[in-house]
């Protein structure tokens, strides 16, 4: 079985994720200001995934942009990493940017988290 990286192999890829998260936020919202942009990956039991990129606007309402290519293999690599016991082993991740650079990841350990019906509603 292959050795499973440590925090310090996985902060610099979620490092690399907030800096292509920051590209797309620009590429989707152009010249409007931002409040903040946010990745939304879960899973299931079943290792099945959904994921959504969306950006805040400072009015309230939300923007939508494809996920990259690069995003992706990002965090399939992010989600290889994943204790694979519970109650260490998540089935969720947002990672949240902000204009002024700040990023923020958290981890959900709720198996039960990708059975959100309203996951893909948004006001655009």
Avoid at 23 to 31: F, I, P, R, W, Y
Avoid at 33 to 40: F, H, P, R, S
Avoid at 65 to 83: Q, S
């Amino acid at each position: 079985m292959p050795k499973k990286p440590n925090l310090e192999e996985l902060n610099p890829l979620l490092q690399h994720v907030a800096v292509e998260i920051l590209s797309l936020t620009l590429a989707t919202v152009g010249k409007k200001k931002w409040k903040a942009a946010y990745l939304d990956e879960r899973s299931g039991e079943d290792e099945s995934r959904i994921a959504k990129f969306r950006v805040e606007l400072p009015n309230g309402n939300l923007m939508s942009g494809d996920i990259t290519r690069e995003i992706n293999k990002l965090v399939r690599t992010i989600w290889a990493m994943r204790p694979e016991q519970r109650p260490e082993k998540w089935y969720g991740m947002k990672l949240t940017l902000q204009p002024d650079g700040q990023c923020k990841t958290e981890f959900n350990y709720d198996p039960e988290y990708i059975n959100d019906p309203t996951f893909f509603d948004f006001d655009e």
